[in-house]
Every structure is written in structure tokens, then in C-alpha cells.
Nanobody, 117 residues
Framework: QVQLVESGGGLVQAGGSLRLSCAASRSIFSINAMGWFRQAPGKQRELVATVTSVGSTNYADSVKGRFAISRDNAKNTVYLQMNNLKPEDTAVYYC???????????WGQGTQVTVSS
């Protein structure tokens, strides 16, 4: 069964922190590099962080130094620690394989992150 369940979003003031979690089915998680994506209203979905099966990470310039992605292979779970949040981080956050495409892959419901100024 294909499954992606994101959680941990919420409303936070600028400068605050949130930790997102994503429970994935084994078929998606497996040995794939995983990523966190976000989509703000009226904008395209963008990839903000990736982590390989052995823990190598990569970040979009907009979140570098503030966000940290990690994974627990035993739990098929990927995390996103978000610090020093900014209003421009407001979006729905999704996790998936790092190579997932919007139309070609299954997506979960995402979790809303709202940062107030």
C-alpha cells in the first residue's frame, strides 16, 4: 500500500521552529533519496531538502542553514527540522522520493506551515 503521511505543521511566529515528520510506505521509502517539498499559494511546488539513504543531505539556498532533513530507515520516516522560520516559508509541505514528479507520483495531503510576521 502506497502511503505518505505528513504531520507537524502549524502556526508559528517568525523566528520560531517546527519539526515535520513524514511516515512513508516501504515501497516509497526503501533505498530512495527522500525529499521535502513545499508549495505556497499561487506558486509551483519546490524541492527544499533531500536526504539519501546513507544520510547525505542537500538544501535549497532559501533554507540552507535554517532547515535540517534527516531520516530513520528503521521507521520509514523522514523529518524536517525548521528553525528561524520566516513568513516566506509559509506553504504546504510534502515529502516524497526526491525524484518524484507532480503528475507522475502519488502525493500525500501535506502539512500546512504558516509563519506570522
Amino acid at each position: 500500500q502506497v502511503q505518505l503521511v505528513e504531520s507537524g505543521g502549524g502556526l508559528v511566529q517568525a523566528g520560531g521552529s517546527l519539526r515535520l515528520s513524514c511516515a512513508a510506505s516501504r515501497s516509497i521509502f526503501s533505498i530512495n533519496a527522500m525529499g521535502w517539498f513545499r508549495q505556497a499559494p499561487g506558486k509551483q511546488r519546490e524541492l527544499v531538502a533531500t536526504v539519501t539513504s546513507v544520510g547525505s543531505t542537500n538544501y535549497a539556498d532559501s533554507v540552507k542553514g535554517r532547515f535540517a532533513i534527516s531520516r530513520d530507515n528503521a521507521k520509514n520516516t523522514v523529518y524536517l527540522q525548521m528553525n528561524n522560520l520566516k513568513p516566506e516559508d509559509t506553504a504546504v509541505y510534502y515529502c516524497n522520493r526526491a525524484s518524484a514528479t507532480l503528475k507522475g507520483d502519488y502525493w500525500g495531503q501535506g502539512t500546512q506551515v504558516t509563519v506570522s510576521s
